[in-house]
């Protein structure tokens, strides 16, 4: 669906890339993330693949067609939910949809029912200068998807939200894929990447540093151990090593004689890999939120 080959993009002005040869592909049905800290490339990659910044290099093809060929069809095809809200503040939340559905060459999805969606119902016929930060965003995210688009951009979707409301989204973002949209995460949040994403892309600097599922890179990266955690008089903890306890005579006698709390394996988060690899850690908003 995207393939990217030797993508370099220098900002006017700048001596340094901002983004440095980087190549990945994305299939259909895909959820394929960027990770990285502030800076490292990831919204200047997805202004590249969304046109809103033109004068790269390398090759882009989206939907088999090179992106510098397709014209303003393009944005029938394509669903931006953008990093901090947009909207035009004297207009409602319905107002705001309704102006936007009709920049598009093709039929929109029911915008009250998805606003009802998005948890914006009662809100709809609120001017959005009366919204607050989580309400913007799922504006925003209702804005992307009117034109029922086949690829989705968004740039930290949940930021803001509070936990109700940041995994209703999330869950619309599997249904998404479900439906066969191809989608490209781009965050920091290594919680929503673990959650939601087939593969990520480590970027820093301008560059990938790894690429895989998550599954595959917490695995690598972690450490071979299981712990097991049992009461003798208090609680105990012991690790093991994953390749061998299945014969490790002390781990069966404590399984069968003890009253076992808990077993877990030591695997690394997508913050432990990204440290690993990089050097730097991801910021994680964990159970910070703004939305009020």
Not at 62 to 79: C, P, Q, R, S, T
Not at 215 to 234: A, R, V
Request: glycine share 8%.
């Amino acid at each position: 669906m995207i393939q990217v080959n030797q993508l370099t993009f220098t900002y006017p002005g700048k001596e340094k890339e901002t983004i440095q040869g980087i190549s990945f592909s994305i299939e259909k049905g895909e959820i394929y993330g960027f990770l990285g800290p502030s800076g490292a490339g990831k919204s200047t990659t997805q202004k590249i693949l969304t046109r809103l910044i033109t004068g790269f290099e390398g090759r882009v093809k989206v939907m088999g067609k090179e992106l510098k060929e397709w014209g303003d069809a393009y944005f029938n095809h394509i669903g931006v939910g953008f990093e901090l809200p947009n909207h035009y503040p004297r207009l409602t939340g319905l107002e705001n949809l309704q102006l936007f559905a009709s920049l598009y060459d093709k039929p929109v999805v029911n915008l009250n029912s998805l606003l009802s969606r998005v948890g914006l119902k009662d809100a709809a016929k609120q001017k959005t200068s009366d919204y607050s930060k989580g309400m913007k965003m799922r504006l925003n995210f209702a804005r992307a998807l009117i034109h029922d688009p086949e690829i989705l951009f968004f740039d930290e979707p949940t930021s803001g939200l509070d936990p109700v409301n940041a995994n209703n989204l999330k869950d619309m973002i599997r249904e998404l894929k479900a439906q066969g949209k191809t989608i490209f995460l781009t965050t920091h949040n290594m919680y929503d990447a673990d959650e939601l994403c087939d593969r990520v892309a480590f970027i820093h600097n301008g560059q990938i540093m790894a690429e895989d599922t998550p599954g595959y890179l917490k695995m690598k990266y972690g450490k071979p151990l299981l712990t097991l955690e049992y009461m003798d008089g208090q609680p105990v903890s012991r690790n093991f090593n994953l390749k061998d306890f299945g014969h490790d005579e002390e781990f069966l006698a404590l399984v069968r004689q003890k009253d076992i709390v808990r077993v877990h394996s030591c695997e690394a988060s997508l913050n432990d890999v990204f440290v690993k690899i990089t050097g730097k850690k991801l910021v994680s908003f964990s159970d910070d939120y703004t939305e009020r």
